[in-house]
Nanobody, 124 residues
């Protein structure tokens, strides 16, 4: 089993920044492919970003490319999402997720483990 705990959400004005962090436990962190997803109010869960086992490859949704940066620290068992230039449409519950394989990184159904989510609200 893998436990994931997110932190860092909150309320921010448009144009501001937030940094989300996800702490993992229960399995060798370097064996996990990590992702961030979000679920806006009344909408389905959507892919935000993902990072491979070593951190050498990163992936982003078009809507966040150039504004968000994903990173991981395998020594600390954490994965972070730095969010800059936030927009009201970024408002959502953000989830950290982990999977064993690296394929289909943008498909939430392929992830094995999920955190409880953290709310991000961007005011206009």
């Amino acid at each position: 089993q893998v436990q994931l705990v997110e932190s860092g959400g909150g309320l921010v004005q448009a144009g501001g920044s937030l940094r989300l962090s996800c702490a993992a436990s229960g399995r060798a962190f370097s064996s996990l492919f990590m992702g961030w997803f979000r679920q806006p109010p009344g909408k389905e869960r959507e892919f935000v970003s993902a990072i491979n086992y070593s951190g050498s490859s990163t992936y982003y949704a078009d809507s966040v490319k150039g504004r968000f940066t994903i990173s991981r620290d395998n020594a600390k068992n954490t994965v972070d999402l730095q969010m800059n230039s936030l927009k009201p449409e970024d408002t959502a519950v953000y989830y950290c997720a982990a999977k064993i394989g690296g394929n289909y990184y943008n498909n939430h159904a392929k992830y094995n483990y999920w955190g409880q989510g953290t709310q991000v609200t961007v005011s206009s």
